[in-house]
Structure formats: C-alpha cells, structure tokens
C-alpha cells in the first residue's frame, strides 16, 4: 500500500458532536502496577517500578478469553495521563456515540516513568534515579499492559508529542502490539537542530543554577526553572492563535506572567531534567519499514516543535507502507504543538482509522 499524504481543511471534516463525555470522578479508575526488579537500558536497576495509569470503560473479551476493545493514550513530555481528561479530549472522544466511546471501548491513560504519579527522581533518589530513555518507558507500558492489566493487543495506541515518538518506538519493536497506531505532533527521527537546541538549553539552565547543587537542591533552583520553563512554553505556542488571542503588549505579559507561575508551581527540577533528557537516544529512523499496522500520523503546520518544512514526513513516508499523514494548516484556532490535545481538529480521522483497521 503506498503511503497517503493529506492536507486536513479546517473543521470541514468533522464528526457531528455527540452528547456530552461522562469524565467525573466517579467515571475515572486509578490503580498503580508494581514492577518488580525493572533492570533500565543503562544497566540500573529499580526493585520497585510504580506504573500510576488511570482507566476509563471496562475490558471485553473476545471468544478466545482475549481483552478485545483496549485503547491505550500516551501522553507528552513533563504530561500525565490526566491531560486526557480535559474538555477539549474527552468531551469530543469519550461520551455516547463518540469515536472512543467507553461504553465501548477500554481506555488507559498511563503515567510514563518519570511523570504523574509513577516513579520519579522525585520520589526521593533525585540524580541517583535511573537514566530512563524512551526505550525503558515503552517496556514500563508494554509490562503494565500485559502483567498489570492482561491486554496482550490494543485496539488503538494514540499518543501526542513524547506519546508520539513511544509509538514509533512501539510499532518497530512490537508491530503487533495495536490493531492500528496514530501517533501526533512528532517526527521519526532523531531530536536534533532546533529540537535539540531548546532542550539542551533547557537542561542547562537547570544545571547552571548556582542553587542547583548536583540535584541535591535544598531550596528549588527557581532561576534555573524559570529559564527552562520559559523555553518549554515557547515551543509549545502558536503563533497566529497567540497573536490573535494576546494582540498587545500587556496581555501577553500578563499570559506570560501567570502560566509561568503556574508551571513553577507544579514542576520539580530533578523531574524536569529527566524528562527532557530522556529523549537522548530517540531515533526510529532506520527501522520505519517494519511498521505493519494501519497508522494515522498526524502533524501540525503552525508546530515549533516538528516544523513540516524540514521535509522529514516526506523523507520517512517512503518507507511507511501503511500510514496515512495528515498535515493540519495553521490558522487563528489552532494551538501549534498542542493542536494534538484539541480534538475538534482530527476527530473524523481517527473515526477514519478505526473503520480502516477493522
């Protein structure tokens, strides 16, 4: 099958919107899965890994004993799987007759190691936790989901941004492992030019932080965390959304001003390292044609993060006999790199791809 390029126009392909999404509390089931002895890629080793994930639906068998209908979501760098329970995701996926109904489907919504409620650097180890890559958080899922949760094969892997790029680590080492993929806002290649730049500035700034010391910090390096913060929400904006939403000096400073207070409020330094380090060694590029499953790969135009004029979708497509990419234009609405979280944008293509992966 060759592969499909196609530019999505707008909204003009939308779903009609369903009822409201069922997302209380109550709706919601957390657990934690133990793994035992996780030996990292780096040789270290974690008696104890804690998964946190958080389910929404419940599993249905097939004929032969097997869960049939699960959904696993991955989220995004310095993200938890709570992100997905927010209006704008679950409002247009999760309720009646939406395309991941969970009366339907069975939606898992792990926090990856380094992040939520999982082990952390937080937890107490600091700069003494191991040096997870991307490697490491994909077997953490892969054993959540098979030991923790018995699914031995999704029914859709979804991920945006770092859940992006897991799913091309996914999809190589495990081209079983989901009757389809759809990964968004990344690139299958290895974080480099710009993507570097601000990441290595990012870490840096952390470790320049005379308050830094090594991790082993007694009051928070808030110089240090302002500066990688600052960089983090750079290469997350939009553009013409942000010109369009702040148009004059004083409201930006004020947006400014309050998500940086925000971020500050709920970032640890150590955690913030790690998980901006941890995509080090990512580089799926050698091995795209192993991947066998239908895919939906889905960019956005207006991304700081993965510009599409770099030309490295057109370069990897060749090889990804079965993927269909999607390219949103920018315009007032869309949100740059975090497009991926405002589903009104792509809806009808994922109710596109689980047609096509029946």
């Given at each position: 099958m060759r592969p499909l390029i196609h530019l999505l126009l707008g909204c003009a392909l939308l779903v009609a919107p369903a009822a409201h999404a069922v997302t209380q509390a109550s709706e919601v089931k957390e657990g934690d899965f133990i793994v035992r002895d996780f030996r990292f890629g780096?040789?270290?080793?974690?008696?104890e890994l804690r998964m946190h994930y958080r389910t929404l639906g419940v599993p249905r068998k097939d004929a032969r004993g097997r869960v049939d209908n699960a959904v696993m979501?991955?989220?995004?760098?310095?993200?938890?799987?709570?992100?997905?329970?927010?209006?704008?995701?679950?409002?247009?996926?999760?309720?009646?007759?939406?395309?991941?109904?969970?009366?339907?489907?069975y939606i898992i919504l792990p926090d990856n190691i380094g992040h939520g409620g999982s082990s952390k650097p937080s937890d107490g180890l600091r700069m003494r936790f191991p040096k997870y890559d991307y490697d490491d958080m994909v077997e953490a899922q892969r054993r959540l989901l098979a030991d923790g949760l018995g699914v031995e094969r999704l029914r859709l892997m979804f991920g945006t941004s770092m859940g992006c790029m897991h799913i091309f680590v996914w999809a190589q080492k495990h081209p079983q492992a989901a009757r389809a993929f759809m990964p968004m806002a990344c690139q299958p290649a290895q974080i480099a030019g710009r993507n570097r730049l601000w990441r290595k500035a990012a870490m840096d700034a952390l470790r320049a932080d005379p308050a830094w010391q090594q991790g082993d910090y007694a009051q928070p390096p808030l110089q240090g965390m302002r500066t990688a913060s600052s960089l983090t929400l750079l290469a997350g904006a939009a553009p013409w959304y942000m010109q369009a939403q702040y148009p004059d000096r004083d409201s930006v400073d004020r947006y400014f001003e309050e998500r940086i207070a925000q971020d500050l409020a709920r970032r640890d330094a150590n955690d913030f390292l790690y998980q901006l380090d941890a995509s080090r060694n990512y580089d799926p590029s050698s091995g795209l044609a192993k991947i066998v499953a239908p895919m939906t790969w889905i960019n956005s135009a207006d991304?700081?993060?993965?510009?599409?004029?770099?030309?490295?979708?057109?370069?990897?497509?060749?090889?990804?006999?079965?993927?269909?990419?999607?390219?949103?234009?920018?315009?007032?609405?869309?949100?740059?790199?975090?497009?991926?979280?405002?589903?009104?944008?792509?809806?009808?293509?994922?109710?596109?791809?689980?047609?096509?992966?029946?």
């Open positions: 780096s040789g270290e080793r974690l008696p979501i991955l989220h995004g760098t310095g993200g938890s799987g709570a992100q997905f329970l927010q209006p704008q995701f679950a409002d247009e996926l999760f309720g009646p007759g939406q395309p991941l109904d969970t009366s339907r489907y991304d700081f993060i993965n510009p599409p004029e770099l030309g490295l979708a057109e370069r990897a497509l060749p090889q990804l006999r079965t993927t269909r990419y999607v390219l949103i234009p920018q315009s007032p609405e869309t949100r740059g790199h975090g497009t991926h979280t405002w589903a009104k944008f792509w809806k009808q293509e994922l109710v596109d791809l689980l047609r096509r992966s029946e």
